[in-house]
T-cell receptor
Framework: DQQVKQNSPSLSVQEGRISILNCDYTNSMFDYFLWYKKYPAEGPTFLISISSIKDKNEDGRFTVFLNKSAKHLSLHIVPSQPGDSAVYFCAARPNFGNEKLTFGTGTRLTIIP | DAGVTQSPTHLIKTRGQQVTLRCSPKSGHDTVSWYQQALGQGPQFIFQYYEEEERQRGNFPDRFSGHQFPNYSSELNVNALLLGDSALYLC???????????FGQGTRLTVV
């Protein structure tokens, strides 16, 4: 049972344009959502997070949107840069303590120069 | 400030053998979690250690065990290795409370 789903295994975007990565979840207990970026041979690097009390969180070129009623979140990267080419993982957990993270299967983003 | 460090980076073991992977958490962090990432999949939670005790466990068999030391570092042990245990093993550290987890670079385990 995949509780966090990233239905697009890959995405290609022209440099300078907007990249939109999507994530859906099924577990109503999830209250805190994170995006991680992973390069080959490296561990995941934390990018941005959002609590369910918000519907938007912005950090520089990265913005995460949360639609709790639809159980959907998205990561917007604008403008996209070649260094953004990586695998992006959506993760979720209940918003208390140090509960485990449940990850999606990832989306490979390729930025075309 | 060193981040999360894991050793070794790569390891090849034979089916049936035992393996120990090590993790040092980020400075100031007291909680260590272990994840297994199979090829083409997202990381899957194995277990979490806090105050030298296993606090949470994912859906992994008892062949997977761990330990946390007083300095917060941690070990992951896998007994009776199977070919399907081949994966990237990730350690993540955090502080108790509502904080983000920081990951190490992982240990690539290959079972032959």
């Amino acid at each position: 049972d995949q509780q966090v789903k990233q239905n697009s295994p890959s995405l290609s975007v022209q440099e300078g344009r907007i990249s939109i990565l999507n994530c859906d979840y099924t577990n109503s207990m999830f209250d805190y959502f994170l995006w991680y970026k992973k390069y080959p041979a490296e561990g995941p690097t934390f990018l941005i997070s959002i609590s369910s009390i918000k519907d938007k969180n912005e950090d520089g070129r990265f913005t995460v949107f949360l639609n709790k009623s639809a159980k959907h979140l998205s990561l917007h990267i604008v403008p996209s840069q070649p260094g953004d080419s990586a695998v992006y993982f959506c993760a979720a957990r209940p918003n208390f303590g140090n509960e485990k993270l449940t990850f999606g299967t990832g989306t490979r983003l390729t930025i075309i120069p | 400030d060193a981040g999360v460090t894991q050793s070794p980076t790569h390891l090849i073991k034979t089916r049936g053998q035992q393996v120990t992977l090590r993790c040092s958490p980020k400075s100031g962090h007291d909680t260590v979690s272990w994840y297994q990432q199979a090829l083409g999949q997202g990381p899957q939670f194995i277990f979490q250690y806090y105050e030298e005790e296993e606090r949470q466990r994912g859906n992994f068999p008892d062949r997977f065990s761990g330990h946390q030391f007083p300095n917060y570092s941690s070990e992951l042990n896998v007994n009776a290795l199977l070919l399907g245990d081949s994966a990237l093993y990730l350690c993540a550290s955090s502080r108790q409370g509502n904080t983000e987890a920081f990951f190490g670079q992982g240990t690539r385990l290959t079972v032959v």
